[in-house]
């Protein structure tokens, strides 16, 4: 079955230190792979998504993540993080269809 | 601007009442979702509908109903037989076409049984 786990219910970092939120999924087949931020009490909005082709990918506010097929994951990154920055972080998987498999987040905390 | 809308933000409701949660869309997509949100564990699929007048249970259907009688409209219906209602509720839309495309969503209405 298909699955997403986000091992980090949260994490705190530093503003100016670099982020990684850690996904990994399980998928039979060529996954489609998405991130979104939702911050407190409003909706989510997508950070970035995967298909096909390079499997670095860039999103919005200064985000990427990486594919790994050998690893199953999709770990988001950013170089320098911003106290604007602090959300709830969620990794998802096209399902087949139309639905998508969203993982439990991950809260960012930032510390000035 | 193009967008999902819900209403109400917040809504209280007493044991054994039925609600019903208003989403909205004019970004002519096709499918349509409903989630519930709880703390730790992430989104779980309620209903969705990839056309009008037809829909599919989700993962956590029993307790809700829903209907889709125009494209831009999916009301949820929290009927009293949900026996845990008190939640974050999330509508979403995407278009439809091959592989599993983004969804859009709108910003939620926290749902309080008293």
């Known amino acids: 079955a298909q699955s997403v786990t986000q091992p980090d219910i949260h994490i705190t970092v530093s503003e100016g230190a670099s982020l990684e939120l850690r996904c990994n999924y399980s998928?039979?087949?060529?996954?489609?792979l998405f991130w979104y931020v939702q911050s407190p009490g409003q909706g989510l909005q997508l950070l970035l998504k995967?298909?096909?082709?390079?499997?670095l990918v860039q999103g919005i506010k200064g985000f990427e993540a990486e594919f790994k097929r050998s690893q199953s994951s999709f770990n988001l990154r950013k170089p320098s993080v911003h106290w604007s920055d602090a959300a709830e972080y969620f990794c998802a998987v096209g399902a087949g269809g139309f639905k998508t498999i969203f993982g439990a987040g991950t809260r960012l905390f930032v510390k000035a | 601007d193009g967008g999902i809308t819900q209403s109400p933000k917040y809504l209280f409701r007493k044991e054994g009442q039925n609600v019903t949660l208003s989403c909205e869309q004019n970004l002519n997509h096709d499918a349509m979702y409903w989630y519930r949100q709880d703390p730790g564990q992430g989104l779980r699929l309620i209903y969705y509908?990839?056309?009008?007048?037809?829909?599919q249970k989700g993962d956590i259907a029993e307790g809700y109903s829903v209907s889709r009688e125009k494209k831009e409209s999916f009301p949820l219906t929290v009927t009293s037989a949900q026996k845990n209602p008190t939640a974050f509720y999330l509508c979403?839309?995407?278009?439809?076409?091959?592989?599993?495309?983004?969804?859009?969503f709108g910003p939620g209405t926290r749902l309080t049984v008293l």
């Open positions: 509908s990839q056309i009008v007048n037809d829909f």
């Open positions: 979403a839309s995407s278009r439809l076409g091959t592989g599993v495309n983004e969804q859009f």
């Open positions: 998928y039979g087949a060529t996954p489609y």
């Open positions: 995967y298909f096909s082709g390079d499997t």
